[in-house]
């Protein structure tokens, strides 16, 4: 670090590039799977969630020592229309607190909010369906 990072500058941010392989990311017009969405650490899991406009969705394990993926997860989510093909991209991540292994996310496209419960061996979606609003009489 040197002067030129000082805060006295505004705010800046400490990256690091982490190199993905999977199948399903190809390149599109020069971005990876269209281009990111969104991306999310949890310190708790040691995971790190994040998602492609093409829809692809992700999670990994990260190596706290040397900064390498260990293992890389699909995320699946299947359309509520029941009959699309593509996964929406997921995005605004977040953590139940006090319930570690929760993730809670919301499907892009539609906005339709999820709760993922990460397990040693797999994970499992599910739907959080909000009630109609009550017609006023």
Not at 47 to 63: D, E, I, N, P, R
Not at 64 to 77: A, G, P, Y
């Amino acid at each position: 670090m040197d002067e030129s990072s000082s805060a006295q500058h505004g705010p800046f941010y400490v990256t690091s590039v982490l190199e993905i392989s999977h199948q399903d990311l190809k390149d599109s017009n020069g971005q990876v799977a269209g281009g990111g969405v969104s991306v999310y650490y949890s310190h708790v899991l040691q995971m790190l969630f994040f998602s492609y406009s093409q829809g692809k969705s992700f999670a990994a394990t990260v190596s706290r020592s040397t900064t390498d993926v260990q293992r890389l997860f699909t995320i699946n989510v299947k359309g509520s229309n029941g009959g699309s093909k593509t996964s929406p991209a997921l995005c605004q991540w977040s953590e139940v607190m006090n319930h570690p292994g929760l993730v809670c996310c919301v499907q892009q496209t539609t906005g339709i909010p999820l709760v993922i419960m990460v397990k040693p061996d797999t994970f499992l979606i599910q739907e959080i369906k909000t009630l109609p609003a009550k017609a006023k009489v």
